[in-house]
């Protein structure tokens, strides 16, 4: 049979009694037991394991080290590991589930922020892989868009990422931009390319999604920093961001674009602190 694990976080010491607790099981899915201890050996052992996918001879973990998420492969039969570099930095990264345990195949799905989902084929033997877009687009050529994060000082100091979406051949000093959050829902995959964006874009419109205290594009702890009774600091945030676009000259004219009540309830808190600092907002609230 087919198996798979799925597992938020976890730490193996002795996979060999996972691969037996694979073969005297009938079930597809395997929910492991955290267990003390590290797969990968040597500098690797600290990371955390998000998740992982078993198959006969190879095992497939995604990891993360700081912000980074990185790819570990273990060889069971060599007892050797190796790391998968994909060309670009996703924003997240899913382990599509193992059908064939036979199999030396990994499959991967990335999403990024100036182009649409990629889906990976990883030969875990040959340490090759194959890339290409899970929907293809017409009129639009994505190899013309770029992305950058830059840090954002807060006026406590702390500093705040920011993530920019632009053409690179239209992209100019009258250039309008839009500021984009869904408030405290706000994860990474909140910031996944989306084909309306490819219309702003190709108009020479900058895209900011902003990773502010508040929200869930990091740990807990900084969702906490910026919820709660310190939610003030999740709208002073998202003020200062506005402000620094203008300052450095990204934005000439800017817009605001709430997505979901969470959204829309930071746009318009700032937008109603600050008045002419968007030329124009738009919250995106659906009624039920």
């Known amino acids: 049979p087919s198996h798979y694990f799925f597992s938020r976080h976890i730490n193996l010491k002795d996979y060999n009694q996972s691969l037996q607790t694979i073969a005297m099981s009938t079930s597809s899915v395997i ?27 190879y095992i497939l973990a995604k990891t993360q080290e700081s912000s980074a998420l990185q790819l570990l492969i273990k060889d069971l039969l060599k007892d050797s590991q190796h790391q998968l570099t994909l060309p670009e930095t996703p924003l997240d990264l ?41 929907v293809v687009y017409e009129n639009m050529n994505t190899g013309n868009y770029a992305d950058e994060k830059v840090m954002v000082r807060a006026g406590d100091g702390i500093d705040i990422g920011v993530r920019l979406v632009y053409h690179k051949d239209r992209f100019n000093e009258n250039s309008p931009a839009v500021l984009v959050t869904s408030g405290g829902s706000t994860d990474l995959r909140s910031f996944a390319f989306r084909p309306w964006i490819a219309i ?62 969470s959204g829309a309830l930071t746009v318009a808190t700032v937008m109603l602190n600050e008045p002419a600092l968007f030329e124009a907002a738009i919250l995106q609230v659906t009624r039920n």
């Not at 267990?35 to 690797?44: N, Q, T, V």
């Not at 345990?101 to 990335?110: C, E, K, V």
């Not at 922020?113 to 194959?130: A, I, N």
């Not at 594009?217 to 003030?232: P, Q, V």
Request: aromatic share 10%; glycine share 8%; proline share 4%.
């Open 200 to 261: 702003l874009l190709e108009k020479g419109c900058t895209l900011a999604y902003s990773e502010l205290r508040g929200t869930r594009t990091s740990d807990y702890n900084w969702y906490l920093k910026g919820a709660l009774r310190h939610k003030i600091r999740h709208f002073t945030d998202f003020g200062r961001v506005a402000n620094y676009l203008r300052e450095q000259k990204i934005a000439k004219k800017l817009a605001a674009i709430g997505e979901g009540t």
């Open 31 to 57: 929910e492991a037991p955290t267990i003390e201890g590290s797969l990968f050996s040597g500098s690797l052992q600290e990371r955390p394991i998000l998740d992982f996918s078993v198959f006969q001879h």
């Open 94 to 134: 899913t382990i599509e589930p193992n059908m064939n345990y036979n199999s030396r195949i990994g499959l991967l799905s990335t999403l990024h922020t100036s182009h649409p989902e990629m889906y990976h084929e990883y030969d875990m033997g040959l340490q090759k892989v194959q890339s290409h877009p899970v």
